[in-house]
C-alpha cells in the first residue's frame, strides 16, 4: 500500500551510480554525448529527467587535460544534471572490472566459479567508493535525499553516514542478493554488509532478496531483524521489498506511433516469416545466451514443421569487451548461431537473426510490437525489465507470449507468463510451441493482465513507493535520535543527582554493565566496575540495586564485597546489604517441577548444537547464542509454543531474553522486585533505572513518570525514556555520577 506523500517529495534527490544516464566518447577529436545503455541508468532515467535532481556517478571517459574535465563537468551539470566522478585506467580496471564484475556480480547471481578474490581490487574498490563519497560532500545540502545504487557501491551509505550523520540515505540493489550459503564465500562480507547498513532504508526487488539480507545480517554480523528493521547502532535501518517498474506509457504509446509502425512493417517485410521469437539481452554469462540458442536448436529439431515460418532474432548488446570471460562468451555465442544457420538454413530461410548491437528505441520498439514470442530466459536475472518493455508495447495487438524465467525477479511479478526453468532444454522448447499456438483470446487476456500491472506500478511509483517509505524512516530516525541520551542530557542526570537527597540507582548487569558473552561463565566484572560500584555505594544518600538473571552464588561471588543490594533470578531472590543474607521474593515458590521440564530442554538442546541448559535455584534457562542464530530462532518458537502448553494452568511462566529461553516462577519479574526498592520511601529525590534486555521492561513500567530510564541498545518499542549505545556508556556515566 502505498502511504501519503511524503514532505521529502519537494527535497532535491541527488542520485549516484556506477555510470550516469549519459555516456561520454571522443568521436574524431570531439566529445560526443549519448545516452547510458543498461537497465539501471534506462529505468532511472524516466525519473531523473521527471524530478530533477542531480545524478552522480562515471561519465565513461577521463579527459586528460584539466580544462577539458572542468568543461565537461559544467556542461553535464548545466544540461544533464549530472556530475561525473572520473576514474584513471587503473581504478576502472580494478574497481569496475575487478572487484565489482569479477568478485561481487558472479557471486551475487551465484556463479561462484567465475569469482575473484583479489585484495589489491577491493583496496581499490574501497577507494572509488570514497571518491564517490567525497563528491557527495562537496555537493549536498542538508535537506538532500541521497539515493544510492547497486552493487558498485555498496561501502557508499556507511562511509557517508560517516561524515554527514543526519542525511537521508536510500540505498537499492539492482541484482539479486545471494543466500548466506554464497554470500559468506566473500572474504569482506562484514564490510559489504556494515557498507549498506548505512542507509537509512535498503530495497531490493523481491522478497527472496530481502530475506536473503536479513539472514546474512543475522548470521554473519549477529544482527536480528525486527518487523523488517535491522538495529544499526543507534538507528534502525528499514528494509524492504520495491519490484522497479518501466515508463510502461512512453513504451506502449511509442509503439503506436507512425515512427515506430514504420519501423515494424520495415522490419516484417524484411524479415518475411510468420512468427518471430525475440531475446534481449546484454552480453553476459548470467543471461543464459548459448542456452538461448540451444533451446532454439533443440525446437526446430523437435518441431520440423516450423522449419521456414519461424525466425529467432537474438539481439546481444555489447557490455565489457575487455573482459576475456566476455570475450570467449562471444566467440561461443558466434559459434552456436552459425552452427544452426548452417544446419538448419536454407537459400531462402536463415533461422537465427543474430543482432550484435544496441538498438535506436524506435527499433527496439518496433521488435517488442513485432514478436510473437519474447524469450527472457536469464539464467539469474536481479528483475529483468526487457520482459516488462516487450509487454508494454504489445499492449494494443496483445498478440504475443512471454516465456519468462523462473529465476529472473520480474516473473515473482509476472505469473500469466510461461514460468519455466532455463536450464531446462526440453521445458522451454515446449513452452516456445505451445505459445504459438495458444489461441488469441488466451494471448489477449494474459497480456492485458500483466500490462495492467506493470502500468500501475510503474518506475514513477516505484520511486515515490521508496520515496515515501525512505520518509519514514528518516521520521523514525529524527524521533529516535532525540531519545538518546546526549551530552545535555547527561549533563542534566548528573545535576539532578548531585542535588537530590535520596538516590535510587537500578541497574541490570549482562549487557548493561558488562558486555554479553557467547556463555555466561566468561562474564567477570573487572576492577574497574567494581571500583564504580563500590564508590557509588560507599554515598550515604544511594541505594544502589543490581537486579540480574544470575543466581544468587554468581552475584555473591563478583558483586559481594562491592555492599550493593542485589536481586538474583530475575526477581526470585533478594539481598539487601543490611540484612546480609538472601531471601526468597515470594512465598510458596517451589522446584519440584524442574525434574518434569529439564528433560523438554534437554531435548531442544540436542537437536540445537551450541544450545546449553543452566540450572538455577528456582529456574531453568535454556541458552542458545552460540548456536546457529536462524536454527536458534526456530527452536526458540518451537520450544516456547511447547512450554506454554505445558504450563497451562500451573504457577510457572515462560521468560524470553536475549538468546535466552528461560522457566521461573509466575508473578515473578524484576519489575515486582524493583518494587520493594521503590516503596522504601513514598518518593524518591532521584531514580536511574538502565537495562538492555525485555527482561528489564518490567523494571521501567513500574518507574515514577519522572525516573531516569535508559535502554542500552535501540530498539523500536522500549518503556525507557532514552537511549545509551553499549556498556561502556552506562559505565562512564556511572563513573560520572560516582565523581559528582
Known amino acids: ?97 575487478g572487484f565489482s564484475n569479477r568478485t561481487l556480480w558472479p557471486l551475487f547471481h551465484y556463479f561462484t566459479t567465475y569469482c575473484t578474490f583479489n585484495a589489491s581490487e577491493w583496496e581499490t574498490y574501497q577507494k572509488v567508493n570514497q571518491m564517490f563519497c567525497q563528491k557527495l560532500i562537496d555537493v549536498v545540502r542538508p535537506d538532500d535525499i541521497i539515493w544510492i545504487h547497486d552493487y558498485h557501491l555498496l561501502l557508499l551509505p556507511e562511509m557517508l553516514r560517516s561524515n554527514i ?41 523481491t522478497y527472496d532478496y530481502t530475506r536473503h539480507f536479513f539472514s546474512c545480517a543475522l548470521r554473519i554480523l549477529g544482527k536480528e531483524q525486527v518487523f523488517g528493521q535491522i538495529n544499526s547502532g543507534n538507528r534502525m535501518v528499514r528494509v524492504e521489498t520495491f519490484p522497479m517498474g518501466i515508463d510502461a506509457d512512453k513504451f506502449s504509446e511509442a509503439a503506436t506511433s507512425p515512427t ?68 570467449q562468451l562471444k566467440s561461443e555465442i558466434d559459434e552456436i548461431v552459425g552452427k544452426i544457420n548452417g544446419r538448419y538454413g536454407t537459400p531462402g530461410w536463415q533461422p537465427v537473426l543474430y543482432i550484435y548491437r544496441s538498438l535506436p528505441f524506435e527499433e527496439l520498439t518496433a521488435l517488442y ?69 495458444a489461441p488469441a483470446e488466451e494471448k489477449e487476456a494474459w497480456i492485458s493482465l500483466m500490462f495492467q500491472r506493470i502500468k500501475t506500478y510503474n518506475i514513477f511509483r516505484w520511486a515515490e513507493d521508496f520515496i515515501n517509505q525512505l520518509a519514514q524512516a528518516r521520521e523514525q530516525r529524527e524521533q529516535s535520535q532525540h531519545r538518546f541520551l546526549t551530552k545535555e542530557n547527561q549533563a542534566e542526570v548528573i545535576e539532578s543527582y548531585r542535588r537530590a537527597k535520596s538516590r535510587l540507582l537500578l541497574l541490570d548487569f549482562d549487557g548493561t554493565l558488562v558486555s554479553l558473552k557467547k556463555r555466561p561463565e566468561q562474564v567477570r566484572p573487572d576492577s574497574k566496575l567494581l571500583k564504580i560500584l563500590s564508590a557509588l555505594k560507599a554515598e550515604p544518600k544511594n541505594t544502589v540495586v543490581v537486579i540480574s538473571g544470575r543466581d544468587q552464588n554468581y552475584l555473591s561471588d563478583w558483586l559481594g564485597k562491592t555492599g550493593v543490594d542485589m536481586v538474583a533470578e530475575h526477581g526470585t531472590w533478594l ?65 516456547v509454543d511447547t512450554l506454554r502448553t505445558l504450563l497451562s494452568g500451573t504457577s510457572l511462566q515462560v521468560l524470553l531474553g536475549n538468546k535466552v529461553v528461560e522457566i521461573k516462577p509466575s508473578g515473578v519479574n524484576k519489575g515486582k522486585a524493583a518494587l520493594h526498592w521503590l516503596e522504601k520511601l513514598e518518593s524518591w529525590d532521584f531514580i536511574l533505572a538502565v537495562g538492555d534486555d525485555w527482561t528489564d521492561e518490567d523494571i521501567f513500567a513500574v518507574l515514577p513518570e519522572e525516573a531516569w530510564s535508559i535502554k542500552v541498545g535501540f530498539v523500536p518499542i522500549t518503556k525507557a525514556h532514552y537511549f545509551m549505545s553499549s556498556s561502556d556508556e552506562v559505565r562512564n556515566l556511572l563513573k560520572s555520577l560516582a565523581g559528582a
Open 165 to 205: 550523520p543526519d542525511i537521508t540515505i536510500g540505498f537499492f540493489l539492482h541484482i539479486p542478493f545471494p543466500s548466506m550459503e554464497v554470500f559468506r564465500y566473500l572474504p569482506w562480507r562484514e564490510e559489504i554488509l556494515q557498507g549498506m547498513l548505512g542507509a537509512d532504508l535498503i530495497g531490493f526487488h
Open 369 to 437: 510490437s513485432a514478436a510473437d514470442i519474447a524469450l527472457v530466459t536469464p539464467l539469474r536475472d536481479g528483475m529483468n525489465l526487457v520482459a516488462k518493455e516487450y509487454l508494454a508495447c504489445q499492449s494494443q495487438t496483445k498478440k504475443g507470449v512471454l516465456i519468462l524465467s523462473e529465476t529472473a525477479g520480474s516473473a515473482a511479478e509476472l505469473g500469466e507468463a510461461f514460468i519455466v526453468n532455463p536450464r531446462n532444454i526440453e521445458m522451454v522448447g515446449e513452452a516456445i510451441n505451445h505459445g504459438l499456438s
Open 260 to 327: 515506430v509502425k514504420k519501423e515494424k512493417e520495415l522490419l516484417q517485410n524484411n524479415l518475411n516469416t510468420e512468427k518471430i521469437i525475440l531475446s534481449v539481452d546484454r552480453l553476459d554469462f548470467t543471461k543464459g545466451i548459448p542456452e538461448h540458442l540451444q533451446v532454439f536448436e533443440r525446437f526446430l529439431e523437435k518441431y520440423p514443421e516450423w522449419h521456414g515460418r519461424i525466425i529467432y532474432v537474438l539481439l546481444c548488446v555489447p557490455s565489457r569487451t575487455k573482459v576475456e570471460e566476455y570475450q
Open 575 to 639: 539481598y539487601e546489604s543490611t540484612g546480609g543474607n538472601w531471601r526468597l521474593s515470594a512465598e510458596n515458590i517451589t522446584t519440584y517441577w524442574k525434574e518434569n521440564f529439564y528433560p523438554v530442554l534437554e531435548k531442544f538442546s540436542e537437536s540445537t548444537p551450541g544450545s546449553f541448559i543452566e540450572e538455577k535455584s528456582h529456574a531453568l534457562a535454556w541458552h542458545y547464542r552460540k548456536a546457529d542464530p536462524e536454527l536458534g530462532q526456530q527452536r526458540t518458537k518451537e520450544l
Open 1 to 97: 500500500m502505498l502511504v501519503p506523500k511524503s514532505d521529502l517529495h519537494n527535497n532535491r534527490v541527488v542520485i549516484a551510480s556506477n555510470r550516469l544516464p549519459v555516456n561520454v566518447a571522443r568521436t574524431g577529436g570531439q566529445l560526443q554525448i549519448t545516452p547510458s545503455v543498461g537497465g539501471l541508468t534506462t529505468g532511472l532515467s524516466s525519473f531523473h529527467r521527471c524530478k530533477g535532481g542531480l545524478w552522480i556517478g562515471w561519465p565513461g571517459i577521463n579527459p586528460t587535460s584539466s580544462k577539458t574535465k572542468v568543461d565537461l563537468e559544467k556542461t553535464l551539470q548545466h544540461d544533464y544534471n549530472c556530475l561525473p566522478v572520473y576514474l584513471s585506467a587503473s581504478d576502472l580496471k580494478k574497481y569496475y572490472y
